[in-house]
Nanobody, 130 residues
Framework: EVQLVESGGGLVQAGGSLTLSCTVSGFTLDDYAISWFRQAPGEERKGVACISSIDSATYYATSIVKGRFTISSDSAENRVYLRMLSLEPDDTAVYYC??????????????????????WGQGTQVTVSS
């Protein structure tokens, strides 16, 4: 059974940091690229960052990340991380991880954050207080 489970969310003050984890099962990171998305109340879901563990290729939504977030992976643990620094109240959202097949990821000429993802986690809440 395929599962993606997010963890690490919580309440943090502005300027603080959090590291989110996405633990996957039912497939390996060699087969799927993993992305982080977020959805704030009343807003559309937006892509944040993507990683392909085969070659550690990464992609960021620079307008959102602004150099503050880092995506990484641990293939041995089947886990992907999103390290978030200098958090702002506008970062408050439910953060989701999602998986897309490596073949699809590598074939796209557009942003990998716009692909149709195959699997999604349930999300983890991040709240940044001012």
């Amino acid at each position: 059974e395929v599962q993606l489970v997010e963890s690490g969310g919580g309440l943090v003050q502005a300027g603080g940091s959090l590291t989110l984890s996405c633990t996957v099962s039912g497939f390996t990171l060699d087969d799927y690229a993993i992305s982080w998305f977020r959805q704030a109340p009343g807003e559309e879901r937006k892509g944040v960052a993507c990683i392909s563990s085969i070659d550690s290729a990464t992609y960021y939504a620079t307008s959102i990340v602004k150099g503050r977030f880092t995506i990484s992976s641990d293939s041995a643990e089947n886990r992907v991380y999103l390290r978030m620094l200098s958090l702002e109240p506008d970062d408050t959202a439910v953060y989701y991880c999602a998986a897309v097949r490596q073949a699809v990821f590598r074939a796209t000429v557009n942003s990998p954050l716009t692909l149709n993802y195959d699997y999604w986690g349930q999300g983890t809440q991040v709240t940044v207080s001012s």
